[in-house]
């Protein structure tokens, strides 16, 4: 009999509802427009990832290849949970972008390491901004998908995880529609394709796709 979905899962999906319902309950309690604009910025930008680094520094990174009975996907799921408001509201990041150099901030703040001199294009969707390190001077094309992690559900019904650090480094350029996935590395000056696709681990070098175990080493399974 396939396993039911874990009950977290499902609750933890409340969160960004919740959370946004919150926020706009206490913006209305103060009467000051200016007071209440501050506590609104202050709610949308900077608690989340704040909340996200205390987790993180208490009870570390998530990362490797786990089911969904690990502590490890447990603390995943949650912290996604934190992010997932923005990917709801896709409007909320793309008002952070409009200000150059103010985005790569924002994600330095989850616990990424990501350079103001950033390009991003519009309609781009990021995930896991703790797990991220980008270099100066990349431009990531329209509609790319840069997310740390990759799931996957068993035959048995489990979900199973894999996350782990995402690198672009230098005077990269990402293409139009590009997916990179959990510990892909794109190497300096390189350019990664239109829509190309990087799975697990995978790097991209000299101009071409490079299986784990060739360059990348693939952590061990839990």
């Known amino acids: 009999m396939p396993k039911k979905v874990p009950v977290f899962m499902l609750a933890a999906n409340y969160f960004p509802l919740l959370y946004l319902l919150c926020g706009v309950l206490l913006v209305f309690n103060f009467g000051s427009p200016g007071i209440g604009i501050i506590v609104t910025l202050v709610w949308l930008y900077l608690l989340p990832p704040l909340c996200c680094?205390?987790?993180?520094?208490?009870?570390?990174?998530?990362?490797?290849?786990?089911d969904d009975a690990s502590p490890v996907f447990r603390r995943w799921w949650f912290v996604s949970?934190?992010?997932?408001?923005?990917?709801?509201?896709?409007?909320?990041e793309e008002l952070l972008r409009i200000v150059p150099g103010l985005y790569g901030l924002w994600l330095c703040l989850w616990g990424g390491k990501v350079s103001p001199w950033v390009y991003w294009s519009p309609g781009v969707k990021v995930f896991d901004r703790y797990h991220l390190c980008i270099d100066k001077a990349v431009l990531i094309g329209g509609g790319c998908r840069i997310g740390a992690h990759a799931m996957r559900r068993?035959?048995?019904?489990?979900?199973?995880?894999?996350?782990?650090?995402?690198?672009?480094e230098r005077d990269c350029t990402i293409g139009f529609n590009a997916a990179l996935g959990p510990g892909v590395k794109v190497y300096a000056g390189e350019t990664v394709p239109a829509g190309k696709i990087l799975k697990p681990y995978y790097s991209w070098r000299d101009g071409r796709a490079v299986r784990p175990g060739a360059g990348n080493q693939v952590p061990p399974r839990e």
């Open 53 to 66: 680094r205390l987790v993180l520094m208490l009870l570390g990174k998530p990362e490797g290849e786990v």
């Open 81 to 92: 949970q934190l992010q997932l408001l923005y990917s709801r509201i896709p409007l909320l």
């Open 154 to 168: 068993g035959e048995d019904g489990s979900f199973y995880l894999v996350v782990a650090p995402l690198t672009i």
